[in-house]
């Protein structure tokens, strides 16, 4: 078990010790006065222009079925990107862990520990399973913490 106390605390399944720092989580978030289910709805949203898009995927009946249209290819995806999910991925996560207040408290007990979001599925956002991913929401997570505690 992770305790923060640990250097470095792992998180992936909702249903495991952390896993309230994955995008699935059901803690709903308002940005631009919208309301959004999830994080991960909002992330998979912002990847298209069209407000038709955005709004199905806000709709969506859960964070999976969110994902699973954000990855769809038939949608246009906008031009920018790549230059741009690591901004939005800030931008949720900023509102999940600020709007929540028993999130903020966890992500704050995490201390100084590294926060990776670890499976074999992702080798951007998490570790690729063996390290050798980028960790990317593992360093906004860790990013928002340090904000959060020198408020």
């Not at 308002?30 to 298209?48: C, M, N, R, V």
């Not at 995806?77 to 901004?87: E, G, M, N, S």
């Amino acid at each position: 078990m992770n305790s923060p106390e640990k250097d470095l605390i792992e998180f992936y399944r909702v249903s495991e010790e952390y896993g309230c720092f994955s995008n699935f989580a059901a803690f709903p978030i308002i940005i631009d006065g919208q309301l959004w289910p999830t994080s991960e709805h909002y992330f998979q949203a912002q990847k298209f222009e069209s407000s038709e898009n955005q709004e199905e995927i806000r709709l969506a009946e859960s964070p999976m079925q969110a994902a699973k249209m954000g990855r769809d290819r038939h949608r246009q995806l906008r031009q920018d990107w790549d230059a741009i999910k690591i901004a939005v991925m800030t931008k949720a996560v900023r509102a999940k862990f600020s709007q929540h207040s028993e999130l903020r408290k966890t992500l704050l007990s995490t201390g100084s520990a590294t926060l990776v979001e670890h499976t074999t599925n992702d080798s951007f956002w998490a570790d690729g399973g063996d390290g050798s991913g980028k960790n990317m929401l593992g360093i906004v997570l860790m990013n928002i913490r340090d904000e959060l505690a020198s408020q």
